[in-house]
C-alpha cells in the first residue's frame, strides 16, 4: 500500500471554517464593485431629464438610451462573464471595471444621442462583465449555510450606488450638468480598480482546478484559515473541474431550475429597469419639481437596501422558494398602488414606491442568491451571467415598453396596472421550481442537493483527509 497522503478540500474548508475577517473582506469588496456599478447603471435615469431638455430629446427616444446600456449590460452577462472560467474571476472583473470607469469618462464627451446611445452600450458591456464575477467570487467564500445572507447583504452596495447616484445627481445638476455626474462615477469605478488589484483574491476553485496554481491556492488558504498547515504532500481538490461550457446549465436536471430562474428574472427585471429608468420623468411630467422627482426616485431605490438586509437571512431560514414567491405578488401589489398614488401627495407617492423598491430590488437579489446556491462553484460565473442576460432581455423591453405607452399619450399610470402582470408570471414560475426541487431533495433544507457537475468532486464535512 502507498503511503498516505493528505487531501484538502478548499469548499469544505470554506464551509467548515468560522467566518472571520478575510470572508468579510471580500464581501466589503463585492459590495463596493456592486456599489461603481449600481451607480453607473442607473446614473443615465437622473441625468436624463436635464439632457431632454438641453438636447430637445422627444420621449421616443428616451427609451433607446435608457436601454443602450441595458444592451451592453446583455452583452457583458453573456459574452464577458463565462471568460472568467479561463482567466479567472479577479483578472475578469479588475477589467470591467476599468472598462466602465474609463467608459463612463468618455461619455462626458458625447454631443449628440447617437454618441450617447453608443457610449451607455460600451459602458454596459463593462458593468455587465463584473457582477457575476463579483458575486460568485463572494459566494465561494461564504459558508453554505450564509450564502444568502451574504449575498444579499453584498447588494445592499448595488442599492446604495444607485441611490448615490440619484443623491449626487440632485446635488450637482444645477449647478455644473449632467458631465459631473458621470465624472464622479468614472472616478469611483478606477479608484476601486486600483484597490481591487491589491486586495480582491482569485477564486480557490479557479486556482486549483484550472491555472493549478498551487502556490496562490495556498496563499489564499492560508488568509482563509491562518493556522491550518497544508505541506507540501498535500493534494488541493475543488468542486469542479474544466472551463464550463453554457450547456452545462441544462444537464444534471438543470434544465428546468435554469429556465425559472431564467424567466423570473427576466420578469422581475422588465419592471425593475422599466421603473427606476422612467420614475424621474414620470414624477416630472405630473407636476412634482426635478430635484423633488430624484429624491423621491432614489428613496424608492431605497427600499432595496432593506430588502437586502432582512431577505438573506429569511432564504437561510425558510429557504428562498416562499420568500420569492410572496415578494413577486406582493410587489405586484406595491407597483400597482403606484399608479394609484400619482395624484396624490408626495408623502403617499414616496411611501408606495419604497415599497415597490423593497419588492422588485429585492427579489433581483434574491434570485441571484437562488443562481449561486442552484449552480455548482465553477458553473456559477456562467450560470448567474446567463441568468442575468437573459433577464436583461426583460430589462430592455421594460423602458422600451414604458416610452412606447407614454409616447401613445395613455395616463402613466398604465405602466404602473400594466407591470401586475409579469410580476404575477414570476411568482407562478419560482412557486414551480419550488415544488420540483424541493421535492427531489426530500423536503431537506435547500442547496443540500444542487445538482452537480457530472464528475465534480463532492464536498465533504472534512477538511483534511487522508487516502491510502
Same mark, same amino acid.
Given at each position: 500500500?502507498?503511503?498516505? %497522503?493528505?487531501?484538502?478540500?478548499?469548499? /469544505?474548508?470554506?464551509?467548515?471554517?468560522?467566518?472571520?475577517?478575510?470572508?468579510?473582506?471580500?464581501?466589503?469588496?463585492?459590495?463596493?464593485?456592486?456599489?461603481?456599478?449600481?451607480f453607473d447603471t442607473l446614473v443615465i435615469a437622473f441625468i436624463t431629464p436635464q439632457l431632454a431638455r438641453a438636447w430637445d430629446i422627444p420621449h421616443s427616444l428616451l427609451g433607446p438610451i435608457f436601454s443602450s446600456g441595458l444592451v451592453g449590460l446583455l452583452v457583458g452577462y453573456l459574452l464577458v462573464s463565462p471568460l472568467s472560467s479561463r482567466f479567472g474571476h479577479k483578472r475578469t472583473i479588475i477589467a470591467s471595471v476599468l472598462l &466602465?470607469?474609463?467608459?463612463?469618462?468618455?461619455?462626458?464627451? *458625447?454631443?449628440? +444621442?447617437?454618441?450617447?446611445?453608443?457610449?451607455? &452600450?460600451?459602458?454596459?458591456?463593462?458593468?455587465?462583465?463584473?457582477?457575476?464575477?463579483?458575486?460568485?467570487?463572494?459566494?465561494?467564500?461564504c459558508p453554505r449555510s450564509r450564502r444568502s445572507t451574504f449575498i444579499t447583504f453584498m447588494y445592499t452596495g448595488y442599492s446604495l450606488g444607485q441611490v448615490s447616484a440619484g443623491l449626487v445627481s440632485a446635488f450637482l445638476l444645477r449647478s455644473f450638468g449632467w458631465p459631473a455626474v458621470l465624472w464622479v462615477g468614472a472616478l469611483l469605478a478606477l479608484a476601486l480598480a486600483a484597490v481591487l488589484i491589491v486586495a480582491l483574491p482569485e477564486?480557490?476553485? $479557479?486556482?486549483?482546478?484550472?491555472?493549478?496554481?498551487?502556490?496562490?491556492?495556498?496563499?489564499?488558504?492560508?488568509?482563509?484559515?491562518?493556522?491550518?498547515?497544508?505541506?507540501?504532500?498535500?493534494?488541493?481538490?475543488?468542486?469542479?473541474?474544466? =472551463?464550463?461550457?453554457?450547456?452545462?446549465?441544462? !444537464?444534471?436536471?438543470?434544465?428546468?431550475? %435554469?429556465?425559472?430562474?431564467?424567466?423570473?428574472?427576466?420578469?422581475?427585471?422588465?419592471? #425593475?429597469?422599466?421603473?427606476?429608468?422612467?420614475?424621474?420623468?414620470? &414624477?416630472?411630467?405630473?407636476?412634482?419639481?426635478?430635484?423633488?422627482?430624484?429624491? /423621491?426616485?432614489?428613496?424608492?431605490?431605497?427600499?432595496?437596501?432593506?430588502?437586502?438586509?432582512?431577505?438573506?437571512? #429569511?432564504?437561510? !431560514?425558510?429557504?428562498?422558494?416562499?420568500?420569492?414567491?410572496?415578494? &413577486?405578488?406582493?410587489? =405586484?401589489?406595491?407597483?400597482?398602488?403606484?399608479?394609484?398614488?400619482?395624484?396624490?401627495?408626495?408623502?403617499?407617492? +414616496? *411611501?408606495? %414606491?419604497?415599497?415597490?423598491?423593497?419588492?422588485?430590488?429585492?427579489?433581483?437579489?434574491?434570485?441571484?442568491?437562488?443562481?449561486?446556491?442552484?449552480?455548482? %462553484? /465553477?458553473?456559477?460565473?456562467?450560470?448567474?451571467?446567463?441568468?442575468?442576460?437573459?433577464?436583461?432581455?426583460?430589462?430592455?423591453?421594460?423602458? #422600451?415598453?414604458?416610452?412606447?405607452?407614454?409616447?401613445?399619450?395613455?395616463?402613466?399610470?398604465?405602466?404602473? $396596472?400594466?407591470?401586475?402582470?409579469?410580476?404575477?408570471?414570476?411568482?407562478?414560475?419560482?412557486? #414551480?421550481?419550488?415544488?420540483?426541487?424541493?421535492?427531489?431533495?426530500?423536503?431537506?433544507?435547500?442547496? /443540500?442537493?444542487?445538482?452537480?457537475?457530472?464528475?465534480?468532486?463532492?464536498?465533504?464535512?472534512?477538511?483534511?483527509?487522508?487516502?491510502?
Amino acid at each position: 500500500m502507498d503511503r498516505a %497522503t493528505a487531501s484538502l478540500d478548499v469548499g /469544505a474548508l470554506v464551509d467548515t471554517t468560522k467566518i472571520g475577517l478575510f470572508n468579510i473582506t471580500v464581501l466589503v469588496l463585492g459590495a463596493l464593485i456592486l456599489f461603481v456599478d449600481g451607480f453607473d447603471t442607473l446614473v443615465i435615469a437622473f441625468i436624463t431629464p436635464q439632457l431632454a431638455r438641453a438636447w430637445d430629446i422627444p420621449h421616443s427616444l428616451l427609451g433607446p438610451i435608457f436601454s443602450s446600456g441595458l444592451v451592453g449590460l446583455l452583452v457583458g452577462y453573456l459574452l464577458v462573464s463565462p471568460l472568467s472560467s479561463r482567466f479567472g474571476h479577479k483578472r475578469t472583473i479588475i477589467a470591467s471595471v476599468l472598462l &466602465f470607469g474609463v467608459l463612463t469618462a468618455l461619455t462626458t464627451l *458625447a454631443l449628440d +444621442v447617437p454618441f450617447l446611445i453608443l457610449f451607455r &452600450f460600451l459602458t454596459g458591456i463593462g458593468l455587465g462583465g463584473a457582477i457575476p464575477s463579483a458575486v460568485a467570487l463572494t459566494g465561494e467564500y461564504c459558508p453554505r449555510s450564509r450564502r444568502s445572507t451574504f449575498i444579499t447583504f453584498m447588494y445592499t452596495g448595488y442599492s446604495l450606488g444607485q441611490v448615490s447616484a440619484g443623491l449626487v445627481s440632485a446635488f450637482l445638476l444645477r449647478s455644473f450638468g449632467w458631465p459631473a455626474v458621470l465624472w464622479v462615477g468614472a472616478l469611483l469605478a478606477l479608484a476601486l480598480a486600483a484597490v481591487l488589484i491589491v486586495a480582491l483574491p482569485e477564486s480557490l476553485e $479557479y486556482l486549483v482546478n484550472r491555472s493549478q496554481d498551487r502556490p496562490g491556492a495556498i496563499k489564499v488558504i492560508h488568509r482563509l484559515a491562518p493556522n491550518l498547515p497544508v505541506s507540501e504532500g498535500t493534494a488541493l481538490v475543488a468542486e469542479g473541474g474544466q =472551463a464550463i461550457a453554457v450547456m452545462e446549465l441544462f !444537464r444534471n436536471e438543470r434544465a428546468a431550475g %435554469t429556465l425559472a430562474i431564467w424567466i423570473a428574472l427576466f420578469m422581475n427585471l422588465m419592471v #425593475l429597469f422599466g421603473l427606476q429608468n422612467w420614475l424621474p420623468t414620470i &414624477f416630472v411630467d405630473v407636476g412634482l419639481p426635478q430635484e423633488t422627482a430624484i429624491t /423621491a426616485s432614489s428613496i424608492g431605490v431605497g427600499g432595496g437596501i432593506f430588502a437586502a438586509l432582512v431577505l438573506g437571512p #429569511l432564504m437561510d !431560514r425558510f429557504g428562498p422558494y416562499k420568500i420569492m414567491t410572496s415578494l &413577486f405578488l406582493v410587489g =405586484a401589489l406595491f407597483v400597482a398602488l403606484i399608479g394609484a398614488a400619482l395624484s396624490s401627495s408626495v408623502t403617499i407617492l +414616496v *411611501a408606495t %414606491t419604497v415599497a415597490a423598491g423593497f419588492c422588485t430590488s429585492g427579489l433581483q437579489k434574491s434570485a441571484n442568491a437562488l443562481a449561486i446556491y442552484f449552480y455548482p %462553484t /465553477a458553473l456559477r460565473s456562467t450560470g448567474l451571467g446567463w441568468g442575468l442576460g437573459i433577464g436583461r432581455i426583460g430589462a430592455i423591453i421594460g423602458p #422600451l415598453a414604458v416610452g412606447l405607452i407614454l409616447e401613445l399619450k395613455w395616463h402613466p399610470s398604465t405602466v404602473f $396596472y400594466a407591470s401586475v402582470l409579469p410580476m404575477v408570471c414570476g411568482a407562478v414560475v419560482i412557486s #414551480l421550481m419550488g415544488r420540483t426541487y424541493a421535492a427531489a431533495a426530500g423536503g431537506r433544507r435547500f442547496g /443540500a442537493q444542487a445538482p452537480t457537475l457530472e464528475g465534480e468532486v463532492q464536498q465533504s464535512p472534512a477538511r483534511v483527509t487522508e487516502t491510502d
